[in-house]
T-cell receptor, first 111, second 113 residues
Framework: DTGVSQNPRHKITKRGQNVTFRCDPI?????LYWYRQTLGQGPEFLTY????????KSRLLSDRFSAERPKGSFSTLEIQRTEQGDSAMYLC?????????FGQGTRLTVV | QKEVEQDPGPLSVPEGAIVSLNCTYS??????FMWYRQYSRKGPELLMY????GNKEDGRFTAQVDKSSKYISLFIRDSQPSDSATYLC?????????????FGKGTKLSVKP
């Protein structure tokens, strides 16, 4: 499978714990995006990488959130001190031109 | 006013019907218009994309963009039960941060056999 891969697919965590998600984009795509999707809503932009440089962060990305893309390959999204409001589907997309291809997402539940 | 407005439905149609899905938008900088299909608990799957105004056809699917009205549509002909999903419109500007996709809320479609 040469599509966008996200791990884990599901994560249940207790409030206050830290969680980290991983995204492996399509290998020749240099742009990588993270989105968050809650029930009944479309995906909302969180942050964007061009190669290893994080070029933009949404105001949705509080200081508890951090994302990295070392060496311009895979990316990680970490949420520190999780809150119940962080429960959502976290989607990663990699982009060729203007076509964005999404992974299957990581569904986070904070209990 | 949100940048992209999309009626969330739900929309229920009989098998074989023609389905019309629509979005309106407010940002005149949008140049790229996309439709994604999302099955329950899955990531969005790119169905069609259009640059600027015009029509594009792919099998049973037709995408239309009217930039003068800031209105886009997706038509599905001969709808099938397998088309039952949430359809998301998305749009972006050109390059850099303008390349971020702005999504509608999605319209949930159910095609009944």
């Amino acid at each position: 499978d040469t599509g966008v891969s996200q791990n884990p697919r599901h994560k249940i965590t207790k409030r206050g714990q830290n969680v980290t998600f991983r995204c492996d984009p399509i290998s020749e795509h240099n742009r990588l995006y993270w989105y968050r999707q809650t029930l009944g809503q479309g995906p909302e932009f969180l942050t964007y990488f061009q190669n290893e440089a994080q070029l933009e962060k949404s105001r949705l990305l509080s200081d508890r959130f951090s994302a990295e893309r070392p060496k311009g390959s895979f990316s990680t999204l970490e949420i520190q001190r999780t809150e119940q409001g962080d429960s959502a589907m976290y989607l990663c997309a990699s982009k060729r031109g203007f076509e964005a291809f999404f992974g299957q997402g990581t569904r986070l539940t904070v209990v | 006013q949100k940048e992209v407005e999309q009626d969330p439905g739900p929309l229920s149609v009989p098998e074989g019907a023609i389905v019309s899905l629509n979005c309106t938008y407010s940002n005149s900088a949008f140049q790229y218009f996309m439709w994604y299909r999302q099955y329950s608990r899955k990531g969005p799957e790119l169905l069609m994309y259009t640059y600027s105004s015009g029509n594009k056809e792919d099998g049973r699917f037709t995408a239309q963009v009217d930039k003068s009205s800031k209105y886009i549509s997706l038509f599905i002909r001969d709808s099938q039960p397998s088309d039952s999903a949430t359809y998301l419109c998305a749009m972006s500007g050109t390059g850099g941060s303008q390349g971020n996709l702005i999504f509608g809320k999605g319209t949930k479609l159910s095609v009944k056999p």
